[in-house]
T-cell receptor, first 114, second 112 residues
Framework: EAGVAQSPRYKIIEKRQSVAFWCNPI?????LYWYQQILGQGPKLLIQ????????DSQLPKDRFSAERLKGVDSTLKIQPAKLEDSAVYLC????????????FGPGTRLTVT | SQQGEEDPQALSIQEGENATMNCSYK?????LQWYRQNSGRGLVHLIL???NEREKHSGRLRVTLDTSKKSSSLLITASRAADTASYFC????????????WGAGTKLIIKP
């Protein structure tokens, strides 16, 4: 079975620029997650979708971050404008039906903001 | 808010030895999961243990859960170079809306 796909794998931008990440979850997985992982820390949940609805976005900095999951399949995460502290790895994960099940992670996008 | 904390932060052992990592958490949980992260394969799920379970095995991995002490341990037996990675515990609890809360991880290095 194909895993979670993410693109791009690496991105370097200057502060105040915008950037978008794409994720395609495992087929049939209803739940999709975006995490931010700063070097040396565990992942931090940014937003969780159940099908195409938002379940939790309490830790998403909504003044600069936005995400959507059209048609309940793939998803995009956007940052506009980027700040230096947004430098991190952005991980997308999916699970069959929510938090009580294991999550499958994509390879991540390493973002560097200069 | 940080729910799980792994201990130790870093661990270096010889290949063939056993490695034990611990995770402590603060509030009652529904389940606890262990994940491994290395540069080659990214973040990979290892074991999920539910709050009513005390021990689970998967190959060379053994996980225990003590809900009275709010702690879990991950034992890797007969370690291999490929086990070099960071290991994270993640818990879900009713007071975090069952979102997975992750610790900072234990960095395990297996020396040949």
């Amino acid at each position: 079975e194909a895993g979670v796909a993410q693109s791009p794998r690496y991105k370097i931008i200057e502060k105040r620029q915008s950037v978008a990440f794409w994720c395609n979850p495992i087929s049939g997985h209803a739940t999709l997650y975006w995490y931010q992982q700063i070097l040396g820390q565990g992942p931090k949940l940014l937003i969780q979708f159940q099908n195409n609805g938002v379940v939790d976005d309490s830790q998403l900095p909504k003044d600069r971050f936005s995400a959507e999951r059209l048609k309940g399949v793939d998803s995009t995460l956007k940052i506009q404008p980027a700040k230096l502290e947004d430098s991190a790895v952005y991980l997308c994960a999916s699970s069959l039906r929510g938090n009580h099940y294991e999550q499958y992670f994509g390879p991540g996008t390493r973002l560097t903001v200069t | 808010s940080q729910q799980g904390e792994e201990d130790p932060q870093a661990l270096s052992i010889q290949e063939g030895e056993n490695a034990t990592m611990n995770c402590s958490y603060k509030t009652s949980i529904n389940n606890l999961q262990w994940y491994r992260q290395n540069s080659g394969r990214g973040l990979v799920h290892l074991i999920l243990i539910r709050s009513n379970e005390r021990e689970k095995h998967s190959g060379r991995l053994r996980v225990t859960l003590d809900t009275s002490k709010k702690s879990s341990s991950l034992l890797i037996t007969a370690s291999r170079a490929a086990d070099t990675a960071s290991y994270f515990c993640a818990t879900d609890a009713w007071d975090s809306n069952y979102q997975l809360i992750w610790g900072a991880g234990t960095k395990l290095i297996i020396k040949p």
